[in-house]
Antibody
């Protein structure tokens, strides 16, 4: 069974940093492009970032480029999202996902940016 | 970045109605288009991929069509469990982009 379990969310002050993790199981992690998608409270889905299977290519939405860094550890089947210079508008549930058209989603982890 | 314009943003309908939701891409995306359903407090669920291929287990009242820049999701006969928010997603180029969402209400 495919499982994606996010962790690392919480309350952080504006300007602060946070690292999200996503532990994957039930599929061959090292062969898939992985994604992060977020959803602010009461708002729509927003695509955040992607990383290809070997970590050699990364992609970002304009809203996070230069502040967020996606990475992966294929030996541990884990995906990461390092977030820095956080702003109030980054408050959201962050989902880890994979699949060419995002077939599979984790349950999400809530990040709250507030003083 | 490629933009996806989804309409309407909200609509009211009744059980048994036929409804259509539209997504327009800012450039040709071939058939790299998926549709998702999200119920309140739940994780999005993929309904359709490759513009018109029904996800396994999804009722046949859902259908998708289109290619290039114009796409539609049709629900042929609304059921009570279909009242949710629907999103399109282009996966033709990075960064992927979602439509703004359509909230389907009774």
């Amino acid at each position: 069974e495919v499982q994606l379990v996010e962790s690392g969310g919480g309350l952080v002050q504006p300007g602060g940093s946070l690292r999200l993790s996503c532990s994957a199981s039930g599929f061959i992690f090292s062969t898939y492009t992985m994604h992060w998608v977020r959803q602010a409270p009461g708002k729509g889905l927003e695509y955040v970032s992607a990383i290809n299977s070997n970590g050699g290519s990364t992609y970002y939405a304009d809203s996070v480029r230069g502040r967020f860094t996606i990475s992966r550890d294929n030996s541990k089947s884990t995906l990461f999202l390092q977030m820095s210079s956080l702003r109030g508008e980054d408050t959201a549930v962050y989902y880890c996902a994979f699949g060419a058209s995002i077939d599979y989603w984790g349950q999400g982890t809530l990040v709250t940016v507030s003083s | 970045d490629l933009q996806m314009t989804q309409s309407p943003s909200a609509m009211s309908a009744s059980v048994g109605d036929r409804v259509t939701i539209t997504c327009r891409a800012s450039q040709d995306i071939s058939n790299y288009l998926a549709w998702f359903q999200q119920e309140p407090g739940k994780v999005p669920k993929r309904l359709i991929y490759a513009a018109s291929t029904l996800q396994s287990g999804v009722p046949s009242r859902f259908s998708g069509s289109g290619s290039g820049t114009e796409f539609t999701l049709t629900i042929s006969s609304l059921q009570p469990e279909d009242f949710a928010t629907y999103y399109c997603l282009q996966h033709y180029s990075y960064p992927y982009t979602f439509g703004q969402g359509t909230k389907l209400e009774i």
